[in-house]
T-cell receptor, first 113, second 111 residues
Framework: DAGVIQSPRHEVTEMGQEVTLRCKPI?????LFWYRQTMMRGLELLIY????????DSGMPEDRFSAKMPNASFSTLKIQPSEPRDSAVYFC???????????FGPGTRLTVL | DAKTTQPPSMDCAEGRAANLPCNHS???????VYWYRQIHSQGPQYIIH???NNETNEMASLIITEDRKSSTLILPHATLRDTAVYYC????????????FGKGTKLTVNP
């Protein structure tokens, strides 16, 4: 298995632009997680899906952030409009179910100028 | 989930065993101890987990004290590639709490 796949690996954009991050979980995994990592705040959970349904989105910073999982093999995290404080590394992870062992992707490094 | 305490940093010589401690004095009876690590510029990587028995896999060994208030992750023969931040996390399998990454221990393996 190729593991969790994220794209793009790096994204540089200007403030106000829309950003879409993509994730393909490991085949057969039922749960998907989006995390954000910054030096100041460390690694924090943004949203968690189980069987394509959002279960916990309490970590989503504000309405500018939205996440979807249209099917079991694809999820997106969208930021519109983006702001410089959104600059971070965004990780996607998947697991067989729930909070069991999670497998992380390589991350997307987002820079908002 | 159980609150865990880890030293902020440790050093280890290449080829020697690296013993990373974790205190989890408030752990409940059904909370597992999970270890993840994050190598620079990569996503976190699962290492091992256990409930009360000692566990071993191809990456590491996990020793949990009998009272389950602390544990030690052992990398038997540390290599330079084991330099990373190691996170100890308490979690109930199938529970509703989140996987919370604290500050972890920055392990530096020196040549």
């Amino acid at each position: 298995d190729a593991g969790v796949i994220q794209s793009p690996r790096h994204e540089v954009t200007e403030m106000g632009q829309e950003v879409t991050l993509r994730c393909k979980p490991i085949s057969g995994h039922n749960s998907l997680f989006w995390y954000r990592q910054t030096m100041m705040r460390g690694l924090e959970l943004l949203i968690y899906f189980n069987n394509n349904v959002p279960i916990d989105d309490s970590g989503m910073p504000e309405d500018r952030f939205s996440a979807k999982m249209p099917n079991a093999s694809f999820s997106t995290l969208k930021i519109q409009p983006s702001e410089p404080r959104d600059s971070a590394v965004y990780f996607c992870a998947s697991s067989l179910g729930g909070w069991d062992t999670q497998y992380f992707g390589p991350g997307t490094r987002l820079t908002v100028l | 989930d159980a609150k865990t305490t880890q030293p902020p940093s440790m050093d280890c010589a290449e080829g020697r065993a690296a013993n990373l401690p974790c205190n989890h004095s408030t752990i409940s009876g059904n909370e597992y101890v999970y270890w993840y690590r994050q190598i620079h510029s990569q996503g976190p990587q699962y290492i091992i987990h256990g409930l009360k028995n000692n566990e071993t896999n191809e990456m590491a060994s996990l020793i949990i004290t009998e009272d389950r208030k602390s544990s030690t992750l052992i990398l038997p023969h540390a290599t330079l590639r084991d330099t990373a931040v190691y996170y100890c996390i308490g979690l109930t399998q199938g529970g509703s709490e989140k996987l919370v990454f604290g500050k972890g221990t920055k392990l530096t393996v020196n040549p």
